[in-house]
């Protein structure tokens, strides 16, 4: 039997990890790339409580978390690209208007 | 025609009208206008002079209109017709008709004509309104109008700086008396409650309350004589308010003549009569009066002795004429004041239309020696209408009888000897002896001896016109029989009674019962100096001596050819200066008293000027400061304060904006730092 | 049984999400994550959510990753160009995420766990996962999966619409 906690850590340690990559990377599909990752951690909390309370709620949630993912990777990749159309760099600090 | 009276300052009205606005136009017609309209005043007069010497007499008032009437003041113009001011309308329309008459003559060709005639009416409209009003108010409307007329007469010719000058003495010397007028008006009117003659007699208890002032026991009546009094020393030239009467001779010679002669100066004495009903519970007033009187007689009489003026001897001698009038009043004989205004009139007019005469027919000569005796003379065989008409108002005025004024001069010493005024009656007589002096030095240095007159002027030496010689002529029958007719026998002649009901009567302490030679019905009436006896004859001897004498020293002085007014004059030179110099009252006057006052009036026009102006600048001043301390608050406060706000949010943004790096991955890490925060305040919970 | 599995799932998650945020070559990272992915989807297998874990691998992986590599490659992104990878505030963030890590175990350390209902777990006894979730999937929740749709369709058309290259006249 796997206690809750470790799924919980796991979750955890995911997210920080993900956060970190999205703190630290100027690297833009980087950055995506390590919001996806805090999504997944995100699902692992959930089917780790869907698994200890016997609900399936858990699961659908992570479900729709998945779409929703889906939806946000379309949605910023499109925006990344008419970003840096001509470009071959994709340099977040670039993306700096609302500079003071 | 008593009821009608009110046509007699009609006319005169009417002259002033056409004269007033068509006097351009009509050129020296207006002169006819102007006379016909005295003419026909006259006429009025003399219809209602017949009803009342021959007729029903009596005291009669006629009531215009209501003038006044607030509370318990009311005035109304009414005029009041009695005997004295019967025997005023007559002098004054007589004498201003034949003046009138005499002017187109003298007038001829000056270019004010119509405007010296318009004033002329107007004149009369003012002392007929004088004479006839019944109450003091109108009679002071009357008062005012005649000055104003003195003024615009005298400065007639108002291009002359003496003549205009004059005017202006004449008219303020004139207010100050005018001032005392007033003053005894108020008190009459605070006592009795009423201005109207009538009514003022009927009251004389209120007048005759004693009263203390500054330690003198005394009558209200007494203080509303003197204050009274004052006004007639402006108006009728006693001491100390006469000086305008010589300067007045810068006026065309009838107006002398009419003005200041016979009418205005007048007024003040007649003023006199008509409070008669007080005066005689006035001692103080009345023991004053007779020495003014009598002082300016001597006074004025010492000035005419050595004047070389033609006109300045006739003025100065008006002066002293009127002293005599006051005298009489001031020893309580008011009949024999009205008496005398009555002869003085008709003398000293003829005095100043003779004068006048002879002015005009000197008219070539140089200007400063037409009026100078020093170049006259001779002039007898050229002018006889002249000369014998002058000759007989010298006569007159010098007090012979039985011509004018020997009848009222001699009752006035008379009253003043018996009535115990000793001192008034020695100063009188003096001032007779000198009267009959310079008349007669007058007659011989402009008539007699040889003619010193400038020789180009010798031969337009002529009569005068008609026009001037009539009234000479009537004047003259009038000095001749003006006095016996109507004053003799003494104190008990027409006039005496036929005044007695308008003038009060006094009654005297000292009488001398043992004297009293008149039957006890004047000792009952206890008229003023009854004749006594054989002091009566001593006196008109005397009086006649005096008259004879003086003619006689003028004579010897000036009549024959003689040394003896230079060797006088060597041997007295100061003294003949002096005189000749009028006392250096008026040079007095204007260094003590004008003077100081156009001191006091630059002093306090410049005060005002400067207070005034000062303080104008001052608050404008005050402004200005006041201004650019609150610019200045405005400026640094109110723009300091908003500045630093903005300067606070631009230090402090300045500050934060470093937040706005635009770098979402900066963003991000706030996020989690704020939930770092968060779950810190969890976990330490 | 299963935790050594477990523990073998999780380390390889994590170390290939680690390896995934500190490589400079993007198409790297990609198939890293690809690979993470893997591994968790095997996880979901662990604690019973089969269908998840299909999905996991059907959708995430080959769905949502395959994306991820076709606009790299659209993209055009030069591999090896040699920029500044690591942002400035790297350290301030490390930090954070350090702190946080800490935070959260504490939390975790003191939190009493409940025992465990355990699922019955048997091949073919029960209904299947699948089964399950789709009979609670349309009838508790087919209000969030129409809205999800529509989501989809919503992020469908905006990405056509970002992406779009511009007709400059």
Not at chain 2, 321 to 338: D, K
Not at chain 3, 17 to 41: D, G, K
């Amino acid at each position: 039997m796997i206690p809750i906690s470790h799924f919980l850590t796991l979750g955890a340690v995911l997210f920080l990890i993900g956060a970190a990559g999205v703190l630290m990377r100027r690297n833009a599909i980087i950055i995506l790339l390590s919001i996806e990752l805090m999504l997944n951690a995100v699902n692992v909390t959930l089917i780790g409580f869907s698994r200890q309370w016997a609900d399936l709620s858990g699961q659908v949630f992570a479900i729709f978390v998945i779409a929703v993912a889906a939806c946000e990777a379309a949605v910023g990749l499109a925006i990344l690209i008419s970003l840096n159309r001509d470009k071959t760099i994709m340099n977040v600090d670039e993306v700096n208007l609302l500079k003071w | 025609m008593i009821s009608n009276a009110w046509l007699i300052p009609l006319f005169p009205v009417v002259g002033v009208l056409i004269n007033g606005f068509f006097g351009k136009r009509l050129g020296e017609k207006s002169g006819y206008v102007a006379t016909l309209m005295a003419g026909l005043s006259l006429l009025v007069v003399i219809l209602i002079a017949n009803e009342m010497i021959f007729g029903a007499g009596g005291k009669h008032t006629i009531h215009l209109w209501d003038w006044i009437s607030a509370g318990s003041f009311s005035v109304s113009l009414s005029f009041l017709i009695d005997p004295l001011s019967t025997i005023m309308l007559l002098v004054v329309s007589g004498v201003g008709f034949l003046v009138h008459l005499y002017s187109i003559g003298y007038m001829h060709g000056d270019p004010g004509f119509s405007r010296f005639f318009t004033y002329l009416n107007l004149f009369m409209l003012s002392m007929f309104l004088l004479v006839l009003g019944d109450n003091y108010l109108v009679m002071f409307v009357g008062w005012e109008g005649v000055g104003l007329c003195s003024y615009l007469l005298i400065g007639f010719w108002y291009e002359k700086k003496s003549a205009s000058d004059a005017g202006k003495k004449a008219f303020i010397v004139n207010r100050i008396g005018d001032a005392g007028f007033l003053l005894g008006m108020f008190l009459i009117w605070m006592l009795a409650d009423t201005l109207t003659y009538q009514e003022v007699s009927q009251s004389t208890s209120k007048f005759a309350v004693n009263i203390n002032v500054l330690g003198i026991e005394t009558t209200y009546a007494s203080i509303i004589g003197l204050l009274l009094f004052i006004g007639a020393m402006g108006k009728s030239a006693q001491i100390p308010l006469y000086v305008w009467l010589p300067d007045a001779m810068e006026g065309p010679t009838p107006v002398s003549a009419l003005i200041h002669a016979a009418t205005m100066v007048t007024a003040g004495v007649y003023m006199v009569a008509r409070t008669s009903p007080i005066y005689v519970d006035a001692a103080l007033a009345l023991e004053v009066i007779a020495v003014v009187g009598a002082l300016t007689a001597i006074f004025a009489a010492s000035i005419g002795l050595v004047q070389n003026d033609i006109k300045r001897v006739l003025a100065y001698s008006t002066v002293s004429q009127l002293g005599f009038m006051f005298m009489a009043l001031g020893v309580g004989a008011f009949t024999a004041g009205v008496f005398h205004l009555m002869t003085h009139a008709f003398f000293k007019g003829l005095l100043f239309l003779g004068s006048g005469s002879v002015i005009h027919a000197l008219h070539h000569a140089p200007e400063e020696q037409q009026q100078d005796m020093r170049y006259m003379g001779g002039l007898k065989s050229k002018m006889p209408i002249t000369y014998w008409t002058f000759l007989i108002g010298a006569i007159a005025i010098a007090g012979v009888p039985p011509f004018a004024g020997f009848w009222s001069k001699d009752e006035i010493l008379a009253n003043a000897f018996f009535s115990g005024h000793t001192f008034v009656w020695i100063v009188g007589s003096i001032a007779a002896l000198m009267t009959a002096f310079y008349m007669f030095r007058l007659i011989f240095m402009t008539f007699h001896g040889e003619m010193r007159v400038d020789s180009h002027a010798r031969e337009h030496i002529h009569e005068s016109p008609p026009a001037m010689t009539i009234p000479l002529i009537l004047l003259a029958v009038l000095s001749i029989f003006g006095g016996i007719i109507p004053g003799f026998p003494p104190e008990k002649g027409w006039i005496h009674d036929f005044l007695a009901p308008s003038l009060a009567k006094m009654s005297h302490v000292t009488h001398h019962s043992s004297f009293n030679l008149i039957s006890s019905a004047h000792a009952a009436s206890g008229e003023a100096g009854g004749h006594h006896g054989p002091e009566a004859m001593y006196l008109i001897i005397l009086a006649i001596f005096i008259a004879v004498g003086g003619i006689v020293i003028a004579w010897s002085m000036y009549g024959k050819k003689s040394k003896i007014p230079d060797k006088i004059q060597h041997k007295f030179p100061g003294l003949y200066k002096i005189l000749l110099n009028k006392y250096y009252i008026d040079e007095f006057y204007q260094k003590y008293i004008v003077e100081p006052i156009y001191r006091l009036m630059k002093f306090l026009w410049n005060f005002d000027s400067k207070v005034v102006d000062g303080a104008v600048n001052g608050s404008t001043l005050v402004t200005v400061l006041t201004s650019r301390v609150s610019s200045l608050f405005d400026l640094r406060t109110v723009d300091g304060a908003v500045n630093g706000v903005a300067n606070f949010v631009r230090f402090f943004s300045q500050v934060f904006k470093f937040l706005q790096s635009g770098m979402v991955q900066n963003y991000l890490l706030a996020m989690l730092l704020g939930v770092f925060l968060m779950l810190s305040a969890y976990l330490l919970q | 049984m299963e935790l050594p599995f477990f523990y073998l799932f999780s380390a390889g998650i994590v170390i290939t999400s680690l390896f995934m945020i500190t490589r400079s070559n993007v198409i790297h990272a990609a198939l890293l994550l690809v690979l993470s992915f893997f591994f968790l989807a095997g996880l979901f297998v662990l604690a019973g959510a089969e269908f998840l874990a299909a999905v996991q691998v059907l959708i995430y992986s080959g769905g949502i990753m395959v994306l991820y590599l076709f606009s790299i490659m659209l993209m055009n992104v030069q591999v090896a160009v040699r920029i500044r990878q690591w942002h400035r505030q790297r350290f301030f963030a490390i930090l954070i995420v350090l702190i946080l890590g800490f935070e959260i175990w504490s939390v975790l350390g003191k939190g009493v766990f409940p025992a465990m209902k355990v699922w019955p777990w048997k091949l073919g006894a029960t209904p299947g996962n699948v089964e399950a979730l789709g009979s609670v999937l349309y009838t508790k929740f087919v209000f969030p999966f129409e809205v999800v749709s529509i989501l989809l369709l919503a992020a469908m058309i905006g990405a056509i619409v970002l992406a779009k290259k511009r007709i400059d006249s």
